[in-house]
């Protein structure tokens, strides 16, 4: 299996030419052969889907020639019917292609063979032959009802003028149908039946007829009546405008990745349904900007999930799967069934990845709902021969994660030079050092977690409580019988806490331990597993993993001067002894515990002398660190202090 290792990247900015729609491609190849007259194609899509296109058009006697090295093509229409009769062709897994071509050939009395790969004969077609078979056209499976290959003979036209399709499946058939009719000669009327998705799909097709001299009368999305004696006419030459689709990856990219990302190729005089993946991603919290042939995509800080209808954009919406990695919350993907036939299941594709990469992912027959995990995990990526898997799932690399992308070659299908144009676009990270750390430590219940959860809220960036870290190992210690000085027990069981944090929440072994965590009792326990080296080298490397774009907001002992000495903005967060062991003892009372003031300010200082006495990582301002005393602060002002500390170096005016 050929593979591509994508680096943990940091960024993402600059500009993308679009390479041509894939939708808008075949449809004008297919219009371009069936008109009257010569077509100029301008900028045509190069990939394997209108490759195989451009092939079947010559194997049914389409005159056409490629200008030079460019894109684009002159094509010479044969002004209806196809002048080959029979004719044996290969159409891979380009769904435009087969479908088209189907309802195309069907009306053109003559005899043949549609084919394709494995997977395009899984993929059903019984609704649109059922509906041409209405109109009298002869058609055969070859292996199984309702699935390619087809074989099709001459057409028996009846006297139907009315067909009824469903709308449901695939939006590909009623295209199919509108783009065919023309071939009968007399009136068509196409009914659909339920209701019909991806009717942007329908938008493009009616446009581009329209381009071509065919107008369609419609009835809202129920009925659509192609009317007699019209036949395509080459409008002399045709822009592809940019692929929407392809769009999404790097839009999502500036999303992510800080941005801008600027695509040219499409913008708000799009003919494109995907056009509206920008519309989703402003939702999640990006900022979105667009003339007419280009969309900018950036943010500040985190993105947020949402919960959407994907109807309208199924090939988009896969990319927004992917951003929900990226987001604070949950995002559900609403009304996605179409995803399960096209060119894999694309729901039960997608979650099986998703979940390598840690998330929590809920599928139903035609919805997905995905959760980000605290951290993302490194995985090999399958792609399942699907070219919006690999495109989708390279975003994953900036979330500071090595990703592994099986057979990425399998993205010629609509974009071979995808993988080129996103390094174009995106930063590696060298040991994720430029990820921006803020570095807040200090003495028990000084207010360093509340402080750096807030902050981390503000920016957008991951929080770490790394104490948390220590306060979990002492519990496991204790569930096990582990005693506080056996070390390198200790260290094993750091090195393999089953833990998970969620939503402010922390899970130990799958059993929500955040309250027990905080009582007076663990936090001794912990103080003692922390002054063992053994157990700090277990935890050295699970706390730096915490360092992921857009940035990381962490407190503890030691965090800018041990786990990570380069941190942006360092902080010494403290307050008079008396004044925490008032915060301790309202934060307990608060939660229901039993506190005593004397006996808190008895532990807390006594716990404060063994971090600080300790040999390894001990409590002490460091000589870069900002001293931030709060005993006279209140919360919003703490806040308001670091932000202004980080603000200010990230504009280079001070430490
Ligand atoms: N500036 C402040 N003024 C008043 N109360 C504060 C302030 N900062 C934090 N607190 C309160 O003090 C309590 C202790 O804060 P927090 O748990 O964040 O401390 P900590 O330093 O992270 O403690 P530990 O090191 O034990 O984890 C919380 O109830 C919090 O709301
Ligand atoms: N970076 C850190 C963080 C914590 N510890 C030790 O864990 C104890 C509990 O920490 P809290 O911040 O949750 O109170 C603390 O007393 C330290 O001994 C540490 O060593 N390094």
Redesign the pocket.
């Known amino acids: 299996m050929e593979f591509l290792d994508l680096s943990p990247l940091t960024r993402a900015r600059g500009t993308i030419q679009l390479p041509g729609s894939k939708s808008i491609s075949n449809r004008i190849l297919l219009l371009s052969a069936l008109a009257q007259g010569t077509t100029d194609v301008r900028s045509l899509l190069d990939s394997d889907d209108t490759r195989v296109m451009l092939d079947a058009l010559a194997c049914l006697g389409v005159n056409w020639i490629r200008r030079g090295d460019t894109q684009d093509y002159v094509v010479q229409g044969v002004g209806g019917a196809f002048p080959v009769k029979q004719a044996e062709l290969s159409l891979g897994n380009a769904g435009t292609a087969f479908r088209s071509l189907t309802a195309a050939l069907a009306l053109c009395g003559g005899n043949y063979t549609l084919r394709g790969v494995p997977r395009m004969h899984e993929r059903p077609i019984g609704d649109l032959v059922d509906a041409l078979r209405q109109l009298g056209a002869q058609i055969d499976y070859l292996d199984n009802a309702d699935f390619p290959p087809l074989k099709i003979a001459p057409a028996q036209l009846t006297e139907a003028s009315e067909v009824a399709v469903r709308g449901n499946v695939s939006s590909q058939f009623l295209t199919g149908l509108l783009l065919a009719a023309p071939l009968t000669g007399k009136s068509i009327t196409i009914r659909v039946i339920g209701e019909l998705i991806s009717r942007p799909y329908i938008e493009i097709t009616l446009n581009l007829m329209r381009r071509f001299g065919v107008e369609v009368e419609r009835d809202g999305w129920q009925a659509f009546t192609v009317p007699a004696g019209q036949v395509y006419r080459s409008p002399g030459s045709i822009y592809v405008e940019g692929d929407a689709s392809s769009a999404s990856y790097f839009l999502a990219a500036g999303a992510i990745g800080g941005g801008p990302v600027r695509v040219e190729g499409v913008g708000s005089a799009s003919i494109q349904g995907d056009i509206r993946f920008a519309e989703a991603l402003q939702q999640m919290g990006a900022t979105i900007a667009m003339g007419g042939n280009w969309v900018e995509a950036s943010a500040q800080g985190r993105l947020h999930g949402i919960d959407a209808d994907f109807n309208h954009i199924p090939d988009a919406a896969m990319t927004i799967a992917v951003a929900a990695l990226f987001a604070q919350g949950s995002t559900m993907l609403r009304n996605i069934g179409s995803w399960r036939v096209k060119e894999t299941d694309r729901i039960h594709a997608m979650a099986t990845e998703l979940r390598k990469l840690g998330a929590t992912v809920e599928e139903g027959a035609d919805f997905l709902r995905v959760t980000p995990p605290v951290q993302l995990q490194p995985a090999t990526i399958d792609t399942y021969d699907d070219h919006r898997m690999a495109m989708c799932f390279s975003l994953v690399a900036l979330g500071g994660v090595a990703v592994r992308i099986n057979d990425p070659k399998c993205v010629n299908k609509t974009f071979p030079g995808y993988f080129e144009a996103f390094a174009s676009i995106t930063q590696r990270s060298v040991m994720s050092t430029d990820i921006p750390v803020i570095a807040i430590d ?12 807030l902050v981390a809220r503000a920016l957008g960036f991951h929080y770490l ?1 790394s ?2 870290l220590y ?1 979990l190992t002492a519990l496991a210690a204790q569930r096990r019988g582990v005693a506080l000085d056996d070390e390198a027990a200790l260290a094993q069981l750091a090195r393999n806490l089953d833990v998970r944090f969620e939503g402010g929440e922390i899970w130990l072994d799958g059993e929500r331990v955040s309250d027990e965590l ?1 009582t007076e009792r663990i ?1 001794n326990g912990a103080s003692k597993v922390a002054a063992l080296p053994a157990v700090r080298t277990a935890l050295l490397e699970r706390q730096r993993a915490f360092r992921q774009a857009p940035g990381l907001v962490t ?3 030691d965090m800018g001067s041990v786990v990570f000495p380069d941190a942006a903005t360092k902080i010494f ?1 403290t ?1 008079s002894a008396e ?2 062991a008032q ?2 003892y ?2 307990l009372m ?1 939660k229901g515990f039993d506190a005593n003031l004397s006996n808190l300010l008895e532990e ?1 200082s006594e ?1 404060d002398a063994r971090d600080a006495a300790r040999s390894v990582a001990p409590l002490k301002q460091g000589a870069d660190a900002i001293l931030l005393e ?2 006279h ?3 919003d ?2 806040v308001a202090t670091v932000l202004a500390c980080y603000q200010a170096r990230q504009s280079g005016q001070g430490a």
Do not use: F, M, N, Y
């Open positions: 200090g003495p028990s219940a000084s207010g360093k977690g509340t402080v750096a959860a409580d104490g948390a306060r905080r936090g407190d503890g002992r967060l307050a004044e925490r915060r301790r309202k934060q608060e807390l716990r709060t005993t602060l209140s919360i002002q703490a």
